[in-house]
């Protein structure tokens, strides 16, 4: 179901974060970049309609359509996952995709970067087929896709600038100080320079979080996906990685795929949201017409408080 945009008047207002006190670990966490929230809003204009993904057979999407889905198939035995997924993503939007656990949305996006194979249905990325692809065509496919896993995934006899350095070393000609330049400029960007010589082990929960992001973006992709980058994260650090995955979008034009439960981060990071309810994407558009769904399974996801939050917003009360 495609929700119609909204005007001005249902827009939920950002919040802006306030200040840290100076010397605080939250101050030193986000001193620099974090103390803006996406100034300019959201990157898909309001009241123009979201795109629809191309029919079957049809070939690549248009120029602009950065990630496709057309009616995706995927079923482990006798568990049908995904029953006829199809969604079209622009490039340069932050997308979430939200449903409950075990609903296939980690399988949903295993499928962009041709970690899973579709049963039926295509799947285009970058104007490509992913199933269609070589090996070596996936291969390069993958090498414009950052993928942050949920753990973060990190290496943890690898010291950060090793994380960083292992991954330069297997996919570019960079020399040494090529190398540490991109490195140290990654570092700087997720402001975290001074981790260089530490272990996963001494880092900060929210610091893994973002050690693994700056990894995953050392090769400047073009394509991020997100798998839950705030869980277990204290509401500040939530704001710290929503911060960046929206800077990514804004400096840089990367297109996003995040899957997350956590409401202040899809708050904060979507443009369009889609709902994944018995094997389709039920619901889309904005968090809050997403919110005010009338199924009942996607009203008790967000709860009646949270629905009427938007719900009071966009009445302007």
Not at 282 to 292: C, F, I, M, N, P
Request: proline letters at 7%.
């Amino acid at each position: 179901m495609e929700a119609a945009r909204p005007d001005d008047a249902t827009r939920i207002t950002r919040r802006p974060i306030a200040p840290d006190p100076p010397g605080s670990v939250a101050h030193e966490d986000r001193a620099g970049h974090a103390a803006t929230e996406r100034p300019t809003g959201p990157a898909w204009p309001l009241g123009k309609p979201w795109p629809e993904a191309q029919p079957l057979g049809s070939g690549p999407p248009p120029d602009d359509i950065m990630i496709e889905f057309r009616d995706l198939y995927k079923s482990f035995g006798e568990k049908h996952i995904l029953r006829g997924v199809t969604m079209a993503i622009p490039k340069g939007v932050s997308t979430v995709i939200m449903g409950g656990s075990g609903t296939g949305k980690s399988v949903t996006i295993k499928h962009v970067v041709g970690l899973l194979r579709a049963d039926k249905g295509e799947v285009w990325v970058h104007g490509e087929n992913v199933d269609e692809l070589s090996k070596d065509g996936l291969d390069q496919l993958r090498l414009k896709i950052g993928f942050l896993f949920q753990s973060g995934a990190l290496f943890d006899s690898m010291t950060v600038y090793e994380q960083m350095d292992f991954v330069l070393k297997r996919h570019t000609d960079l020399d040494a100080d090529g190398r540490k330049d991109r490195i140290m400029e990654t570092l700087e960007w997720v402001n975290l320079p001074k981790t260089t010589s530490q272990y996963p082990s001494e880092l900060s929960g929210g610091q893994r979080k973002r050690i693994g992001l700056a990894r995953s973006i050392i090769l400047q992709p073009d394509i991020m996906v997100y798998d839950e980058p705030t869980t277990g994260l204290d509401p500040i650090s939530v704001r710290v990685v929503s911060n960046l995955i929206n800077r990514l979008r804004d400096e840089r034009g990367i297109t996003s795929m995040t899957i997350t439960h956590d409401l202040l981060c899809a708050e904060m990071i979507s443009d369009h949201v889609f709902y994944l309810l018995d094997g389709v994407y039920a619901e889309s558009g904005t968090l809050a017409e997403v919110a005010q769904s009338d199924k009942p399974e996607i009203r008790e996801f967000f709860g009646d408080e949270y629905a009427m939050m938007f719900k009071t917003v966009r009445d302007g009360a």
